[in-house]
């Protein structure tokens, strides 16, 4: 009979062993993909960024140059020149348009934002509990 418990504590190691690898190669890999994740969204923010500021760039010279134009019309009649209103109608669209920009970059911003906290959350998680606590296997009376 004891060589029965020795047999069964020698296979309930190996189980145990490999338990412990499953579990420790789960941890690493789990931190694995929340970090290229986080990765990710760093990368999508700044390709935002780059985009949000082009098109700014792009409605601000429109409004400049329409507003030049506006200021050129202005100074070169006497009065109210035709073509005055129609300016100003483009000068105010510009800006709607720009404000809706400003508008939709943050929301997109604060939704990557919010991703990346929940990622972080989760990761911080990760890095506080270990891996897996036990490495030595239980003994037969542990299992019992």
Not at 105 to 123: F, I, S, T
Request: with cysteine; charged share 40%.
């Amino acid at each position: 009979m004891r060589y029965d418990d020795d047999l069964a504590a020698d296979s309930s190691a190996g189980n145990w062993q490999d338990i412990d690898a499953f579990l420790e190669r789960t941890h690493r890999q789990t931190k694995q993909r929340i970090t290229e994740e986080l990765e990710r969204i760093d990368k999508q923010l700044e390709k935002r960024n780059a985009i949000h500021n082009t098109i700014v760039t792009e409605l601000e010279s429109k409004i400049d140059w329409y507003t030049d134009r506006l200021e050129k019309l202005y100074k070169q009649s006497a009065g109210i020149p035709n073509g005055c209103d129609e300016l100003k109608q483009q000068i105010a669209d510009f800006y709607a348009e720009l404000r809706t920009e400003q508008r939709q970059h943050w929301k997109d911003k604060q939704r990557l934002e919010a991703d990346k906290r929940k990622l972080l959350r989760e990761l911080t998680a990760l890095n506080d509990s270990p891996a897996f606590e036990r490495k030595n296997p239980p003994s037969t009376n542990d299992i019992r």
